[in-house]
């Protein structure tokens, strides 16, 4: 069945499904492989909490919209990088190889321990209170939505391992090069808060709720 979807206003951890004339509140990020593989999330089915119209209605949601920003963002990226490789190397600094495998690892425990952080600072206080039950509810996004994320999952994964060699490898380190190493891991650990959109989603089934 397709159903509509919504993510709340400031908090992307949540999608509201609209289920016949049901609203389930569903966590992106109820296990813990879901910062590595964001793909899980369409393969195994998650806890809901239900709730009602009038809650619903009091949440602030992101309204959906086209996506147009991708390709030019992508383009700019680009422009951006030709303007790099002339005026780069202006960034440039020359580290002792354990320096940089200890920096390294210090921004990658901190990236690490900031998504934990805020996983727990965007957790609602009632959805686990509501999930106390047997129901369960399994979702798949339309092609479009797995494609865009296929693709910037592999795109951050290659050149998040790109970057970091060179940066192990090379005898001089460049700050840019630094600096987008760190957001290509963000990006990798937050990829699991964009597995189901903000449009049509396929809930492939539905496991009726039984109190325990």
């Known amino acids: 069945m397709r159903c509509e979807t919504r993510i709340i206003y400031k908090n992307p951890k949540y999608r509201i499904i609209k289920y016949q004339n049901e609203y389930l509140m569903v966590d992106l990020v109820s296990t813990w492989l879901a910062f ?3 793909m899980i999330n369409w393969l195994i089915p998650k806890k809901y909490a239900k709730i009602s119209q009038e809650e619903f209605e009091k949440l602030t949601l992101v309204q959906p919209t086209k996506n147009k920003i ?6 700019g990226a680009t422009m951006g990088s030709f303007t790099l490789r002339k005026y780069g190397h202006l ?3 020359q580290l002792e190889k354990n320096l940089v495998i200890t920096i390294c690892a210090i921004t990658f425990l901190g990236i690490l321990i900031f998504c934990f952080y805020l996983n727990k600072r965007l957790t609602i206080d009632y959805f686990k209170a509501r999930t106390k039950h047997k129901g369960k509810i399994m979702l798949f996004p339309n092609f479009k939505h797995i494609c865009l994320l296929l693709f910037a999952y592999i795109f951050s994964v290659c050149f998040s391992f790109l970057f970091l060699s060179m940066l192990v490898g090379m005898k001089s380190q460049n700050i840019i090069v630094y600096i987008c190493w760190s957001i290509l891991t963000l990006f ?4 699991n808060m964009s597995s189901i959109g903000n449009e049509k989603v396929y809930v492939i089934s539905k496991i009726k709720e039984v109190e325990k």
Do not use: T
């Open 36 to 38: 590595f593989l964001p």
């Open 188 to 191: 990798f650990f937050l990829a």
């Open 91 to 93: 960034l440039d600094i």
């Open 70 to 75: 991708f390709w030019p963002s992508m383009a």
